[in-house]
């Protein structure tokens, strides 16, 4: 399973990317806004910088509604960096944008999915990746893993290329259940990926190595 985060502070990209572990990064415009990045020269660059500091796929949103302004904007975007992937919202504008930027060879992640049925018009357009958003159905009390869980198998049934990409992932718990249904990918946010490292017992066992060894 791949690791992208789920940032668009450089900072964080920077911490993660030392790990040696960091496959990617995913941003929204939310996320964008949080950096006070606005307005498109700065965004643009942002996205310039990140791709920079990583070499995977790095998940740029569009911010249009219509089909017209996703492509133009799409375009744009893929035109800065070749590791880019185009954010397309899952409407059905943006399924139609996915469908004509996948024949144009441009990389898609489809995302705001919240049911199967989404999941599966995102394939048939050739997404390349589908972004379930587990914590927030969690929040409705739905059960976003359970989500994840019947993308991939329904994905592996019927061949679809299209990778899992489990977003709004909240806790540790999150990352090892998406391992376990068989996620293609979890985009975490770096306090998650940091949360992983730590066990009790790992803290307690190196205090004793440390302490016996001293003897
Ligand atoms: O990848 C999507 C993510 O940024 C949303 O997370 O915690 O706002 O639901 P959250």
Do not use: W
């Amino acid at each position: 399973m791949k690791f992208f985060l789920d940032t668009a502070n450089l900072q964080e990209i920077t911490e993660a990317r030392s790990y040696g572990i960091l496959d990617g990064v995913t941003t929204n415009p939310s996320l964008m806004a949080k950096e006070g990045i606005r307005g498109k020269k700065a965004i643009l660059a942002h996205y310039l910088a990140i791709c920079n500091l990583v070499d995977g796929d790095i998940s740029a949103e569009v911010l249009a509604l219509d089909y017209k302004g996703m492509l133009d904007e799409a375009h744009e975007l893929a035109d800065l960096h070749s590791n880019i992937v185009v954010k397309i919202p899952c409407t059905m504008e943006g399924i139609q944008a996915i469908n004509t930027l996948t024949q144009e060879g441009i990389s898609t992640n489809c995302t705001l999915v919240f049911s199967l049925g989404q999941a599966l018009l995102a394939a048939k357009a050739g997404a390349t990746y589908v972004s379930p958003f587990v914590g927030r159905l969690d929040d409705i009390c739905e059960d976003g893993i359970s989500l994840v869980a019947s993308i991939v198998e329904c994905y592996d049934t019927y061949g679809f290329n299209t990778e899992v990409l489990a977003a709004s992932i909240r806790h540790p718990q999150h990352v090892v259940r998406c391992l376990e249904v068989g996620a293609d990918v979890a985009t975490c946010p770096l306090s998650v990926i940091q949360s992983l490292f730590r066990h009790p017992l790992t803290d307690s066992g190196l205090a004793k190595f440390i302490a016996d060894s001293l003897k």
